[in-house]
């Protein structure tokens, strides 16, 4: 399974910002996906994931900014932001698994910087 990230970038606060990651190889069985993030000297936290049936989970930080989601028929996975914030800035990977559990497969990443 690969996953490659894009969509990241430098936004001025308040702006939006569309993730997408893109699924290669082995992934029919995959139907747990997730968005992480990492911050500078911080430990790298999850932002939001997907399980199959659509059921989603967020962050307290993110909940109703952020939205992901996926399509099966272009085999993606998006984040969408809305409202970013300085302390949204990051490194984002795109992450997934056989199952609601940590993440097996990962992306390389993806720079999001917020400006105040």
């Known amino acids: 399974v690969q996953l490659v990230e894009s969509g990241g970038g430098l936004v001025q606060a308040g702006g939006s910002l569309r993730l997408s990651c893109a699924l290669s190889?082995?992934?029919?069985?995959?139907?747990?996906m997730a968005w992480y993030r990492q911050a500078p000297g911080k430990e790298r936290e999850l932002v939001a994931d997907?399980?199959?049936?659509?059921?989603?989970n967020y962050a307290d930080s993110v909940k109703g900014r952020f939205t992901i989601a996926r399509d099966n028929a272009k085999n993606t996975v998006s984040l969408q932001m809305n409202s970013l914030k300085p302390e949204d800035t990051a490194v984002y990977y795109c992450?997934?698994?056989?199952?609601?559990?940590?993440?097996?497969?990962w992306g390389q990443g993806t720079q999001v910087t917020v400006s105040s």
């Open positions: 992450a997934a698994n056989y199952g609601r559990a940590y993440p097996r497969y």
């Open positions: 190889g082995s992934f029919f069985s995959i139907n747990y």
């Open positions: 997907i399980i199959s049936g659509g059921n989603t």
